[in-house]
């Protein structure tokens, strides 16, 4: 029916996401890994950020999978956005900051950025799986355990 295909689509788009936040995890991995290897120093200040804003991804991948599961969806994709932004915008600041203050090597910026920029593509696909949330399509016959 017109409906399963609807279904079938918007599964196909939250697979899609949750793979991609899978592919996005591994590239955090590396860089993690790759800060190991060439033995980066980063400041304590932003490993807590760093720390901070993978929790708060973490929460948000819950919550849009909350609202996959039911129907009060529309709220949490308006907060998902807003959290991704701040969150991206106030790490970049903070980082901009402590290279000005001598804190952190200007070298430091590319590898940062660049675990700033995989954070903010997993925020992204929260924001669409929340998305697809707010469609009018209930996923919640796939979403209940069988």
Known sequence: TEQQASQTASLMYVLSDVERIGTLS???????????DHQY??????????????????KMFDDSMKALQNRD??????????K????DIKMRKAHIQRVNKGKCKSSMTAPFTNILHLIDRMGNSCVNLADVATNEISLEYFMVHH
């Open 26 to 36: 591994v590239e955090i991995a590396g860089c993690i890994q790759e800060k190991a």
């Open 41 to 58: 120093k980063y400041t304590e200040e932003a490993m807590d950020e760093l720390q901070k804003s993978l929790k708060t991804l973490e």
């Open 73 to 82: 969806s529309v709220q949490v994709e308006k907060l998902i956005k807003r």
């Open 84 to 87: 991704i932004i701040d969150l």
